[in-house]
């Protein structure tokens, strides 16, 4: 019989850890460790884990973390890579699933969920939610990186996710990640800018929240929707 090997022992040790206690007694690199051991299914991670917070300071920093840095580790690999970038995105999911969030039907709710929307999202994007007439989540599109005052918005682009998922209605959300939760000039410029190309279509632009952390900004519950009398 082969020799099982010490790793094996290691890793069902720290799994059972996890199923009896759940995360609650895990010191940071285990956390990362116990991940990892579903992206690399072979070798040390304990190593890996120690040097990713080691580099970046804490679990959030390693999921926050670009891909380029993540890299830089060795031994981690592009399945490591991959499989930490994953898990943010699949928090995202999670947290937009909420059944609160089926019908966005008041500022409240759509100021929570566009937090929870660009929760690990570094960069400026535009995203886009279209709803039916009673409110409710159709689809949710990221629609431009770079934000509004850098790219351009592709109106017709809009229209056209719009026209596919079969929506009238839409809310649009773009994020400051190193800013406030306020509109630039060329935010207001901008949604005007778009709120009347939708509307020549007969399509509705009900708001446009700014998220930057935890802070929301409605654009339409702030008065900057006064074109539209």
């Keep these: 019989m082969a020799e099982r090997s010490p790793h094996e022992g290691h890793r069902e040790r720290l799994r059972n850890k996890f199923l009896t206690n759940g995360l609650s007694t895990f010191e940071e690199h285990e956390i990362i460790e116990l991940l ?75 100021r929570e969920y566009f937090v929870r929307d660009f929760i690990g999202t570094r960069e400026e994007e535009i995203h886009l939610v279209t709803l039916d007439d009673k409110l409710n989540v159709i689809g949710n599109h990221v629609v431009s990186r770079g934000g509004l005052s850098i790219t351009p918005v592709n109106i017709r682009k809009i229209v056209e996710v719009c026209f ?51 802070d929301a900004y409605s654009m339409y519950e702030n008065g900057h929707f006064s074109f539209m009398e």
Aim: aromatic fraction near 6%; charge should be negative; include cysteine.
């Design 36 to 110: 990892l051991f579903y992206a690399i299914p072979r070798g040390n991670t304990n190593e890996i884990a120690h040097a990713l917070i080691d580099r970046f300071g804490s679990v959030r920093g390693v999921l926050d973390a670009k891909a380029e840095e993540l890299e830089k580790i060795k031994g981690l690999g592009s399945n490591g890579v991959t499989f930490l970038k994953m898990m943010v995105s699949l928090l995202k999911i999670y947290e937009v699933q909420d059944e609160k969030f089926t019908e966005l039907d008041t500022t409240d709710k759509l």
């Design 164 to 214: 596919s998922d079969n929506s009238e209605s839409v809310v649009m959300a773009h994020n400051h990640p190193n800013g406030e939760a306020r509109p630039s000039p060329e935010d207001i410029a901008a949604t005007t800018k778009i709120y009347r190309g939708l509307s020549g279509v007969g399509i509705y632009l009900l708001d446009h929240i700014i998220c930057s952390g935890k």
